[in-house]
């Protein structure tokens, strides 16, 4: 029995479409997913894809970078405790509001 890596009906595009839609060179968006920043998946040929949700994720890391001048290598470690900040705001605002100030 096999799986798909991708299950059928998700939309994907592949690594030059996906730039297009970026605005970026399609050799930065590699670059990107060889970091580990942005997720793809192989197609049936072995070509990266991505899903479009991935767009808001270069939103967030060319943000990052026009206004921190962070760079690419960094950026993971930044988006990573960004994350870990919002968790914790969001666990510190349930159990106030548990507690009742």
Do not use: K, W
């Amino acid at each position: 029995m096999t799986y798909p890596l991708v299950p059928a009906g998700l939309p994907r595009m592949d690594l030059e479409t996906f730039a297009r839609a970026a605005g970026m060179h399609p050799d930065l968006v590699r670059r990107l997913v060889a970091l580990g920043l942005l997720d793809a998946v192989p197609d049936a040929a072995g070509r990266p894809c991505l899903a479009p949700s991935q767009l808001a994720v270069v939103a967030r890391i060319q943000r990052l970078r026009a206004g921190f001048a962070v760079n690419y290598a960094s950026i993971g470690l930044v988006i990573d405790l960004l994350d870990r900040v919002a968790e914790l705001e969001a666990a510190l605002r349930a159990r106030t509001r548990q507690t009742g100030g």
